[in-house]
T-cell receptor, first 110, second 115 residues
Framework: EDQVTQSPEALRLQEGESSSLNCSYT??????LFWYRQDPGKGPEFLFT???AGEEKEKERLKATLTKKESFLHITAPKPEDSATYLC???????????FGKGTHLIIQP | DAGVTQSPTHLIKTRGQQVTLRCSPK?????VSWYQQALGQGPQFIFQ???????QRGNFPDRFSGHQFPNYSSELNVNALLLGDSALYLC??????????????FGPGTRLTVL
């Protein structure tokens, strides 16, 4: 059974204070690892897909990296508008659906 | 370019009733997946539809059923509602199904409350 664990559960940062969110996973045959952003009461917004260890992707203040056991979402000089829940999900071999972690609730204080 | 749309936005039902939720996929997408998200949890996979057939199902009882129409839109039906069915129901669309795993794009969700 595929499993995803995200840490920390919640993180409060000052504006401009860089940090990283962790996503540990166990999956049989990784077909993709996905990061989403979710604002309260809304659907998840797609951020990145990573397919193989060593891969990195960037978008504005966010950078996602992947190893064989975990992924990191690095946030550089965050702004209050980056406050949201960040979800990590994997697609395993033979699975049509994504397996999600519980998310990291990120708060950026001005 | 219209993204994934869902209706209704909110719904209140009582225990034992039945509910139907609707989803229109992103333009150009042909695959629809449904997820249930309880408060404070990540989404849980219910099932996926491709070519009007259910491809795979998560750990959900038969009370949960679905349908995909020729225009790729989809419905999620839940019978004999329980209090525990209260959640945000998310629809996600993607292109194709098979070994290559394409990104899933989510709709805004339907908030179902069961009293």
């Amino acid at each position: 059974e595929d499993q995803v664990t995200q840490s920390p559960e919640a993180l409060r940062l000052q504006e401009g204070e860089s940090s990283s969110l962790n996503c540990s996973y166990t999956v049989s045959g990784l077909r993709g690892l996905f990061w989403y952003r979710q604002d309260p009461g809304k659907g998840p917004e797609f951020l990145f897909t990573l397919y193989s260890a060593g891969e990195e992707k960037e978008k504005e203040r966010l950078k996602a990296t992947l190893t064989k056991k975990e992924s990191f979402l690095h946030i550089t000089a965050p702004k209050p508008e980056d406050s949201a829940t960040y979800l990590c999900a994997v697609a395993g071999g033979g699975a049509d659906g994504l397996t999600f972690g519980k998310g990291t609730h990120l708060i950026i204080q001005p | 370019d219209a993204g994934v749309t869902q209706s209704p936005t909110h719904l209140i039902k009582t225990r034992g009733q039945q509910v139907t939720l609707r989803c229109s996929p992103k333009s150009g997408h042909d695959t629809v997946s449904w997820y249930q998200q309880a408060l404070g949890q990540g989404p849980q996979f219910i099932f996926q539809y491709y070519e009007e057939e259910e491809r795979q199902r998560g750990n959900f009882p038969d009370r949960f059923s679905g349908h995909q129409f020729p225009n790729y839109s989809s419905e999620l039906n839940v019978n004999a509602l329980l209090l525990g069915d209260s959640a945000l129901y998310l629809c996600a669309s993607s292109l194709g199904a098979g070994t290559a795993y394409n990104e899933q794009f989510f709709g805004p969700g339907t908030r179902l409350t069961v009293l």
